[in-house]
């Protein structure tokens, strides 16, 4: 009775991951066929499934139309920059914080960070707008880096103080009897440690600053300094949509991030699994 139970609850999970997986990988799968389709096909009803000869004709338009590898290009350098500069400023901060800071202190600093996260961004971009509009630093692709670097400071800092926390006091002081400074101690003792924890840091701003936006609609306005998602926006318009241009950008936006976890997917496991435990 029990063993026919078992089979039954083992039946039925597989089944519930089964729709899952076909409802979580439909989109995607219609997104990738439709690239590969003609406009014609695109619009045949009743629907093509698959497409009888798949062509590149979509990418075609959309590198040499469309301009997508200037875009792609922009939205790599600020992703990387960003996020790296993000990574560099949470580790030395969340180090501090998990290190030298007081109790109360530390409190009172960890709840102003996850303030900043409940806090609606959108309220302060009309002042931001103003102010970097008055210092003529809109247009920037600097400018949007530095923006996305101070908005994932605030959550990597959580992050990072939770992997320090980990570590023992004692691998650090033994850096310090051995002659290292702090920031020594820092990059050539502690960080080696806590790789997984890097790895998911950078992973977690990297995504979040590739797929931002609205700063970007904001603050650029210039088509040498278009990022990935404000060209993918733009493929929308009054007059309609050009699904064979925007399958094939999509497709192509999602390569940077399938390539980021799937080689930091070991390493990003482990680190918000280490980071969770105690914080």
Request: proline share 4%.
């Amino acid at each position: 009775m029990i063993t026919a139970r078992r089979a039954v609850l083992g039946s039925g999970k597989v089944l519930l991951l089964s729709m899952y997986l076909v409802f979580a990988m439909g989109p995607l799968y219609w997104i990738i066929i439709t690239s590969l389709k003609d406009v014609q096909q695109i619009y045949t009803f009743p629907l093509v499934y698959f497409p009888s000869h798949p062509t590149l004709e979509s990418y075609r338009k959309l590198f040499s139309f469309a301009n997508f590898g200037i875009y792609f290009r922009n939205s790599v350098l600020v992703s990387i920059l960003a996020a790296g500069g993000a990574l560099l400023v949470c580790l030395v901060s969340g180090y501090g914080l998990s290190r030298y800071t007081a109790w109360r202190s530390k409190k009172a600093i960890l709840l102003g960070l996850y303030f900043t996260q409940m806090f609606p961004g959108f309220l302060l971009m009309v002042p931001l707008f103003t102010m970097l509009s008055k210092l003529r630093l809109t247009d920037n692709l600097a400018t949007l880096g530095g923006l996305y670097t101070a908005m994932m400071v605030a959550f990597g800092t959580i992050m990072a103080k939770s992997f320090f926390d980990r570590i023992p006091e004692s691998l650090g002081e033994a850096a310090l009897i051995d002659g290292c400074s702090t920031l020594e101690s820092l990059f050539r003792v502690i960080l080696p440690v806590t790789l997984p924890g890097i790895v998911a840091i950078f992973s977690f701003a990297f995504v979040n600053i590739w797929n931002e936006l609205f700063l970007a609609v904001m603050f650029l306005s210039s088509e040498s300094n278009t990022t990935v998602p404000v060209a993918l926006n733009s493929f929308i318009s009054k007059a309609g949509v050009s699904w064979d241009v925007l399958s094939a950008g999509i497709v192509t936006s999602l390569l940077p991030t399938m390539l980021v976890f799937s080689f930091g997917q070991k390493y990003i496991i482990a680190g918000l699994t280490e980071g969770s435990v105690k914080g």
